[in-house]
């Protein structure tokens, strides 16, 4: 069934005027931002410019922090970390929490959430081990591998994959080309752009351009805690200017 732009249905993500605190320090002022159905999203910034705070607030895992979140309509804002998660929104962090002891295929069935539908009824894109393994062909050829005897981009999926195990709606992706190789990038970017086929809609935090513009549409940038710019990936790619004031080292 289509929805229109505006359709209660078609917005995932709508957060409103978020800030938070660590301590006495402020890192985020009063952030807005959405994310719908079907997109892929970058947050972008610099280094300390508040891009993982804002998705750590998001899953409930910053104590302090005011403004609004709602997902799939409903008020998540003062929710716990598990709760946000057992409602279809996924987080896979930056440091690759997976469990070193366990093997591949225990790792994945740690995240394992039943199937989910779409408020219209229609199913929500399911994920197996099986299915898993097909866009991740490294981690199918070593099910029975421990966690901690993987390359740091192995692991880097493997949490990825984890992730989608809660069959998520939305996932909220750490800077996945962060310290790892160029092969694992350009997989990376492969994979982000099957789950969007699927139907899985993804917000990223993101410092490298070019990776964020083969897989965006839509940007967001933040400097010191605010958000600086919104537009498309398009025109995000095509203003130098605000590439240079906000992007550039």
Known sequence: ???????????????????????????????????????????????????????????????????????????????????????GLGFVPEDRRIFTDLTVMENLEVGRQPPRHWADGSAAPVW??????????????????????????????????????????????DEPSEGVAPVIVEQMAHMILALKAQGVSILLSEQNMHFAELVSDRAYVLEKGEIRYTGSMAELAADDDVRRAYLSV
């Open 1 to 87: 069934m289509a929805h229109t732009a505006n359709t209660p249905a078609e917005m995932l993500l709508e957060v409103q005027g978020l800030s938070a605190w660590y301590g006495a320090a402020q890192i985020l002022f009063g952030v807005d931002l959405q994310v719908r159905r079907g997109e892929v999203v970058a947050l972008m910034g610099r280094n300390g410019a508040g891009k993982s705070t804002t998705l750590k607030t998001v899953m409930g895992m910053v104590s302090r922090r005011r403004g609004r979140v709602a997902f799939l309509g409903q008020d998540v804002s003062r929710s716990e970390p598990h709760a946000i998660a057992t409602q």
């Open 128 to 173: 197996t081990p099986q299915a898993l393994f097909e866009l991740f062909p490294n981690l199918g050829e070593m099910p029975t591998r421990p966690g901690g005897r993987m390359s740091g981009g192995e692991q880097q999926m493997l949490t990825v994959a984890r992730t989608l195990m809660g069959n998520p709606y939305l996932v909220l992706l």
